[in-house]
């Protein structure tokens, strides 16, 4: 290790330890559970469906056979990727968790940037994007306590592009991963899940709806879309405009021809820059 704690190319493939990981996280002050999965079709699924009242559970997986992303796509992580997800069991209600994704996209962006990703920029609502090519990504499923209605599972995965062969490379040119943005001086993959995961935790073990509030207000700081012309889909109709930043709730706003427009959830693609 060098000085910086940082593995300087050697331990890149290191396999996830959960004892590493734990002990990083209570290190930085937050307690969970640590599981490491060998093979999994998918860590978000895995704890949806797990029946933990722990408060909290991490668990990180070598490799995916059925990595899920938003609207239903895949996630590919070959080996030496980073995915992992953090369930929370909450009690409250569901509604305490919209504009979930950009907290925990934003704090990515910080970690990111704080091992060498200084242009890490967050695509509302979830894609962490480095000069607009994607290097991470944010899956938050939620269900509804069968006891209790105002109790609420949260289940936040996170997929980072880690270090990626170079046919990846060659096949996603809209992607990239952290070796080619950083280099080799990287924390191994256990810190560095240890590190995003007590982030997260740690801020999510607060008031919700007022961090996304406060993120609304440096939200400049972290937009990959700021002034761009797009267009958003939000399912029922395809809208185009200019991306003004989000309110208090985390909702994109958008100019159009017709006026402001609120988008709480969309697809987003950009048509000029
Ligand atoms: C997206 O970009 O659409 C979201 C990708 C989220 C991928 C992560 S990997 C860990 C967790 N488990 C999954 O099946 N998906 C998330």
Avoid at 35 to 49: H, R
Wanted: aromatic share 4%.
């Amino acid at each position: 290790m060098n000085r910086n704690n940082k593995a300087s190319g050697d331990n890149l493939s290191a396999p996830l330890n959960a004892q590493r990981m734990a002990s990083i996280c209570r290190t930085l002050g937050c307690d969970t559970d640590v599981v490491v999965l060998p093979t999994v079709g998918s860590t978000n699924s895995w704890l949806l469906e797990s029946d933990s009242t722990a408060e909290v559970t991490l668990c990180a997986a070598e490799h995916q056979t059925i990595g899920r992303g938003r609207r239903g796509k895949t996630w590919h992580s070959p080996d030496s990727g980073v995915t992992f997800s953090i369930r929370l069991n909450r009690p409250e209600p569901v509604t305490r968790f919209h504009g979930l994704s950009l907290l925990v996209g934003a704090l990515l962006c910080d970690q990111l940037r704080d091992i060498g990703a200084a242009d890490a920029m967050l695509k509302w609502p979830n894609d962490v994007l480095v000069k607009q090519a994607k290097l991470a990504g944010i899956l938050i499923e939620t269900s509804i306590s069968a006891s209790a209605e105002s109790a609420t599972t949260v289940v936040i995965g996170i997929g980072i592009n880690y270090r990626r062969g170079p046919e990846a490379q060659l096949i996603d040119q809209n992607s990239t991963d952290l070796f080619q943005v950083c280099g080799p001086d990287l924390p191994d993959r256990s810190e560095l899940i240890a590190r995003v995961a007590s982030r997260v935790i740690m801020a999510v073990a607060g008031d919700v709806p007022q961090a996304v509030e406060n993120l609304s207000a440096s939200w400049a700081d972290y937009d990959a879309l700021a002034g761009l012309e797009v267009a958003v889909d939000s399912g029922d109709a395809q809208v185009v405009g200019r991306t003004a930043g989000i309110d208090a709730t985390g909702g994109l706003l958008l100019d159009t021809e017709h006026g402001r427009q609120v988008f709480s959830s969309a697809e987003v693609s950009v048509r000029s820059r």
